[in-house]
Structures are given as structure tokens and as C-alpha cells.
């Protein structure tokens, strides 16, 4: 069943800030949103990488306390928060979501969005051009590999996860750019399967409105932006229509 966003006040779209001890400006511009601008929303949506790296819902290393608190305190006031895994964080599990409130989400997402049909994807799916990214997210979302990597003392988990990052930096700068977008016939497909013709992602840290036509009908594809420590982006929704706070 898609959830019902209701009417009276504005709905928040966000992703890829990649929170990390590393980004303190990032992480104080997030805490600043949560308690001066998502606290007037009905709804917030977080569609992935909320967190440069999530090695488990045991790490509670800075900045992730203050993260929780602020969470649960806009919870707590009644704004309802959702939350997709992105492939950054996509060990953030049920532990972390009762700490703060935030109800999870899974991989696609139909939400009713002011009466039209909605999809919410982190984005990552999308990108099927990346052949190797696919077979890695194949592997690392079996129930084998999560509790392997799980049941590893949480400093190792903290200095392979570094490790990680490093290699991922260097992958993808020797991959072509468009490897790294969205497949059109995916998005097409994926639409289609889930009967909508508004897709609502990040990931591909490239923000846009893609406007297409599917099988006579026009579609559109609103991609996210990237937060950065002295620019941020918000798709805000009403039942009026969206625009997007520059902050």
C-alpha cells in the first residue's frame, strides 16, 4: 500500500549528505535543518547516504549521537521521517530507526504525493551501466554477507570502511562518467513495474528535473543534489507543486 501524505503542510526531499566525522561543517548544516526547517514539514524523506559510511547500528563515534538526538527530538514533535538505505549506508538497520523514530524504507518506495503516484529510489539501482557496482550490491545485501561483516569487532569494521571509501575513490575515478548516471531504459522499466510516472532519487549527485515520455505519457525524474558544506539543496513539495530551497 503506498503511504498517504497528507495535505497540510509541505513534504522534504533529501539525500547524499554523507555525514561523517570528516564533514563537521555538513553535519552542523543538518543539525541546523532538522531543528529550523524540517520541524514546520509534515514529512521528511531522506532517500539515502545520510551518512558517508554506516559499519553498523553499534557505532555511536561522533558525530552519530548528536545526529540521533536531533532525529528524535523532530520525531518526537510529530514530523514523520523516513528513511532509505543508500550504498553508503545501506547496513543502517532497525536498531538505529527505533533510537530515532525513523521509519525505513525499502529499496523502491510508492508514496501518494499530493494524489499522484510517487517513486522513491536511492538511485543506485538505476545505474546498471556499472556491472561490477551491481554484482558488489548483489553480494553485500545477502543476509551472509551482512552478518559476516556485522559480527566483526567494530574498530575493525571502522578501519575497513576507510579502506573502502579509498578504493571507491580511485574505482570511480577510472570509470566514464555515464557508467556512473542512470540507465534511461531502467528508469523507463522501473516506472512502468511500479505503475508511476514521477521518480523522486539521488545518488548520481547530478540535480536535475527529466522530463520523458513513457508510453504516451509524460514523466518526470526529479534527481537530488549532493549536500556540501557551504551549499545545500531541498525538494520541497505541496499541494501546490514543488520548488527546490537553496540554503
Request: proline share 4%; aromatic share 10%.
Amino acid at each position: 500500500m503506498p503511504i498517504i501524505v497528507p495535505a497540510s503542510k509541505d513534504t522534504l526531499f533529501i539525500s547524499d549528505l554523507h555525514l561523517s566525522l570528516e564533514k563537521p561543517h555538513i553535519t552542523r548544516r543538518f543539525l541546523d535543518f532538522l531543528k529550523n526547517r524540517a520541524i514546520h514539514a509534515e514529512a521528511l524523506y531522506i532517500l539515502g547516504d545520510l551518512f558517508d559510511t554506516w559499519v553498523g547500528d553499534d557505532d555511536f563515534m561522533p558525530p552519530t549521537n548528536k545526529i540521533r538526538t536531533q532525529l528524535k527530538q523532530l520525531t518526537n514533535s510529530g514530523v514523520k521521517v523516513y528513511l532509505q538505505q543508500g550504498n553508503r549506508d545501506f547496513l543502517l538497520g532497525q536498531r538505529f530507526c527505533l533510537a530515532t523514530g525513523v521509519s525505513l524504507l525499502g529499496d523502491y518506495s510508492v508514496i501518494d504525493l499530493y494524489g499522484t503516484p510517487t517513486l522513491l529510489m536511492h538511485g543506485d539501482l538505476l545505474c546498471t551501466d556499472d556491472l561490477p557496482y551491481q554484482a558488489f550490491r548483489i553480494k553485500s545485501h545477502t543476509s551472509e554477507w551482512q552478518y559476516s561483516v556485522l559480527s566483526k569487532p567494530l574498530l575493525l569494521r571502522l578501519l575497513v570502511a576507510r579502506w573502502y571509501r579509498l578504493r571507491s575513490y580511485f574505482h570511480k575515478r577510472g570509470k566514464a562518467q555515464d557508467i556512473m548516471d542512470v540507465n534511461q531504459n531502467s528508469v523507463i522499466d522501473t516506472l512502468r513495474s511500479h505503475n508511476c510516472l514521477r521518480l523522486i532519487h539521488g545518488h548520481t549527485h547530478r540535480p536535475n528535473v527529466h522530463t520523458f515520455i513513457i508510453d504516451g505519457k509524460t514523466a518526470q525524474r526529479f534527481v537530488l543534489s549532493e549536500w556540501y558544506s557551504d551549499k545545500t539543496e531541498v525538494l520541497c513539495w505541496t499541494q501546490n507543486g514543488y520548488n527546490i530551497e537553496v540554503m
